[in-house]
């Protein structure tokens, strides 16, 4: 029998007259629970990638969820429990002096194009996961794929594995880790350098996004690096671009209905982690493009952390803290949310505590009371650790809220009118900062690239989007925003003088905007099995 007979022996007959996604797609919405959902797309990953990314594509509103916030975070507490082959590639601590010879054992070699590292210090809001992590960079690189169109086998998802704090992990004996406590900072400082150079020495072409580092070590290896390496950390630059551009559209709605200009807005932090304080940074560009100094910037812009309102005469401040810390504030401290908001006043105000309903009804409502339209963007990771739920936001605003959200929420009926919500999804911007930064060959990520793509994003949604009130446009849309921002960021670098890829720069931008879009990875498109 030859090999074509007996291959063809093991499909059932009249497969080919049925729709074998349909099928795969049933088999999918028949699992109980987001995290058998998630085991299932990483089977089918495995066994017919191009199926998998020809799905993703088709159903983004419904996979996204899965591979991503808010279900990965399940993936990752349980991944020790749910480990099934490799996926991506770990670099211990033990491998420290021979992190070169691990990084070449990756198939890809010198043709792989990005990488997502974490060492799972701090993964959403559950906090040191050690080596479980692992999950939050195949899921951001799958992102990637469905929202740039970046080739699959130019991915490199790393774990560092430099041991966990957590003691239940240590105590597993699933476990899949190193069992050792983190490293001091000098031994973190040392591997991190010769990952780092490593990196490029094999990988010359990768751009490297950070991802999930504890709060210091986030700021301080993106402050390390970012000169000396194409890098950049998705949860301090690119969280930041998006709510930028999220909050470019709200802060002109708002504007025209309360009839103030743009530079009266006051915004107020509460949560002053990475993600806090980078967001905040990103947003002095919101100012900044109004005309208004850095300096002036800076005195509409309010943190608050789990201490209360962050003034500069405070002890023990962390050093990521005083940048935004308050000089003009001499009162009692100001520990209570509602007392914060009544001295500051503020026309916005955003979470990323990831503190469960931390903008309870009183809070709401003062917000609503002081502005025509108040804009709230409760941004923690997932929907059980989100400030508030937009249902309840609709309601104790009676719908005057601009809201954003990280994690997504289904429309809401109040008074007979249907509400959409926005999320702030760095979905919208990472893949296109990196499609840029690979276009282009930038050197480094510059804050022009990031701010760029911020407004490139703003400035994307459709008449009919606009019409409907948001402030992001639809997620369905995501390859030809991924595009339009892949453009912003190229040419931004080009300005910067740290692209490589000179050829661009003598395309106009509807030439270099067709190129972007024909560089996108398609799946092929078939509805069987492979053999």
Request: net charge neutral; aromatic share 10%; proline share 5%.
């Amino acid at each position: 029998m030859s090999l074509a007979i007996h291959n063809a022996a093991r499909i059932p007959p009249y497969l080919f007259n049925t729709d074998h996604a349909q099928r795969v797609l049933a088999q999918l919405r028949s699992k109980h629970n987001g995290l058998e959902k998630y085991i299932y797309l990483n089977g089918l990953k495995e066994r017919d990638p191009n199926l998998f990314y020809e799905l993703l594509l088709a159903n983004m509103l419904e996979m996204v969820p899965i591979l991503y916030t808010p279900t990965v975070g399940d993936a990752c507490s349980n991944y020790s429990h749910i480990w099934r082959r490799p996926e991506g590639l770990y670099v211990t601590i033990e491998n420290k002096g021979h992190i070169r010879e691990v990084l070449r054992t990756w198939p890809a070699g010198q043709a792989a194009r990005i990488a997502v590292v974490t060492d799972g210090s701090r993964i959403l809001g559950l906090g040191d996961l050690g080596a479980n992590g692992l999950p939050i960079s195949i899921g951001k690189l799958d992102l990637y794929v469905a929202g740039a169109g970046i080739k699959p086998t130019t991915t490199l998802p790393i774990c560092l594995d430099l041991g966990t704090n957590t003691q239940r992990f240590l105590e597993d004996p699933l476990y899949i880790g190193v069992r050792r406590k983190r490293p001091a900072t000098a031994e973190m400082d040392e591997f991190m350098h010769e990952f780092m150079e490593a990196m490029r020495e094999v990988f010359p072409q990768l751009l490297v996004q950070f991802e999930d580092f504890s709060t210091d070590n986030a700021f301080r290896y993106l402050d390390l690096f970012r000169n000396q390496y194409r890098v950049f950390n998705d949860d301090i630059q690119g969280t930041g671009s998006v709510i930028l551009s999220g909050f470019l559209n709200a802060a002109r709605i708002a504007s025209e209905a309360a009839g103030t200009p743009l530079t009266e807005h006051r915004i107020l932090f509460f949560g002053a982690g990475s993600a806090g304080i980078g967001v905040a940074k990103q947003l002095l560009s919101f100012f900044t493009l109004q005309g208004m100094s850095v300096e002036e910037a800076k005195k509409r812009i309010y943190t608050v952390d789990s201490k209360g309102l962050i003034t500069a005469d405070r002890k023990g401040l962390q050093e990521h803290k005083i940048f935004f810390a308050r000089t003009d504030y001499q009162g009692p401290p100001l520990t209570n949310l509602v007392d914060v908001i009544n001295y500051v006043k503020p026309t916005a105000l955003l979470g990323l505590s990831t503190v469960r309903n931390a903008f309870p009804e009183e809070v709401v409502r003062l917000m609503a009371s002081l502005n025509t339209r108040p804009i709230i963007f409760p941004l923690s990771n997932p929907v059980s650790l989100c400030e508030v739920d937009y249902a309840d936001a609709i309601k104790w605003t009676n719908g005057s809220v601009i809201f954003a959200s990280g994690s997504p929420y289904k429309p809401v009926e109040y008074e007979g009118k249907t509400y959409e919500p926005g999320q702030g999804n760095n979905m919208y911007v990472f893949p296109g900062i990196g499609m840029g930064a690979i276009l282009s060959k930038a050197r480094h990520v510059t804050d022009s690239m990031v701010e760029q793509a911020s407004i490139a994003l703003a400035s994307s949604l459709t008449p009919e989007e606009k019409a409907a009130g948001l402030v992001y446009p639809r997620l369905v849309r995501i390859r030809d925003i991924s595009a339009q921002v892949a453009l912003a960021v190229i040419r931004a670098a080009q300005k910067d003088n740290v692209d490589e890829n000179s050829l661009f720069r003598n395309l106009s931008d509807d030439a270099l905007l067709e190129y972007i879009k024909a560089k996108q990875w398609q799946p092929a498109s078939s509805h069987l099995p492979r053999l």
